[in-house]
């Protein structure tokens, strides 16, 4: 079993950063694949970012790719979503997840979810 808690978010202008993080315990981290997935009002659940075992291969969804990077520390249990050039689109909350599967978008192959973090980007 998993335990998740995000941290991070904020409120910032259209184009700047943000890094939020995600802290894991369980003994079994390591093998699970870990996602970020956000939720705006009125809107469904949806996968932004999903990262491997090892970290060797991530995969984005087309709204974030080349603003947002995904990384894992497994020695420390800890998930990152770092995310630049933010818009206001990007206004959601935002969840960790983790996958015992093999790294989707799709929030049913997550068993495990955190509280959320609200991001909020001004225009």
């Known amino acids: 079993q998993v335990q998740l808690v995000e941290s991070g978010g904020g409120l910032v202008q259209a184009g700047g950063s943000l890094r939020l993080s995600c802290a894991a315990s369980g003994r079994t981290f390591s093998t699970y694949v870990m996602g970020w997935f956000r939720q705006a009002p009125g809107k469904e659940r949806e996968g932004v970012a999903t990262?491997?075992?090892?970290?060797?291969?991530?995969d984005y969804a087309d709204s974030v790719k080349g603003r947002f990077t995904i990384s894992r520390d497994n020695a420390s249990k800890m998930v990152y979503l770092q995310m630049n050039s933010l818009k206001p689109e990007d206004t959601a909350v935002y969840y960790c997840?983790?996958?015992?599967?093999?790294?989707?978008?799709?929030?049913?192959?997550?068993?495990?979810w955190g509280q959320g973090t609200q991001v909020t980007v001004s225009s």
């Open positions: 990262i491997n075992w090892t970290g060797g291969r991530t």
């Open positions: 997840a983790a996958s015992s599967g093999i790294g989707t978008m799709i929030r049913r192959d997550y068993k495990y």
